[in-house]
């Protein structure tokens, strides 16, 4: 037997080894990376899935409230009075009685209900609020609604008002007094 055929079959079989060890090396390494992806993925699943589910009752919350402002809406009396006198008077206001005092009301009691859910307080506390406009009607309601919801940044300095004087309404306009001015 020729000696250079067995030289080569002798050292083919080690390369061979050694390209087998390769490649397994090489499909264990794409599967340790897929397994590490796989468990990245699952963990970023369950994180999102607990910020979304975190998010889910913050809705259900606001929801509920605004639920909420729309019952004590439906609820108020004054409102209720306001709106059947409407009704009868076909859904002309001037046919109402005391009609510029029951707007001036319905404008503040909507006012008050879209500031109570801390539109105005926000407002205030980023100062951005230029005027605050005041419907004032000699109306006692027995309960009290927040005007400006949670505000909790300090108090905010007012200008004197402008009064202009109504039919059983008085208007009231308040320069807001920046705090970087």
Do not use: C
């Not at 909420?68 to 306001?82: G, M, P, R, V």
């Not at 008050?112 to 005027?131: C, I, P």
């Amino acid at each position: 037997m020729n000696t250079k055929a067995l030289r080569f079959k002798v050292s083919f079989y080690p390369a061979l080894a050694l390209l087998a060890a390769a490649l397994v090396s090489v499909f264990l390494v794409v599967r340790f990376v897929d397994a590490e992806g796989d468990r990245d993925l699952r963990a970023w699943q369950i994180r999102l899935g607990i910020v979304a589910d975190s998010r889910a009752e913050a809705v259900t919350s606001w929801i509920e409230s605004q639920y909420a402002t729309l019952t004590a809406l439906a609820e108020n009396a004054s409102l209720q009075i306001y709106m059947t006198e409407l009704s009868l008077a076909s859904g002309d206001p001037t046919k109402t009685t005391a009609a510029a005092a029951q707007a001036g009301y319905l404008r503040n009691l909507l006012a008050v209900t879209a500031a109570r859910g801390g539109v105005t307080g926000k407002a205030l506390e980023h100062d951005v609020v230029d005027e605050i406009a005041v419907e004032l009607a000699p109306v006692l309601l027995g309960k009290g609604i927040r005007f400006f919801g949670q505000f909790t940044s300090g108090p905010v300095q007012l200008d004197d008002p402008d009064l202009i004087k109504g039919e059983r309404v008085t208007h009231l306009r308040f320069r807001v007094r920046h705090r970087n001015a």
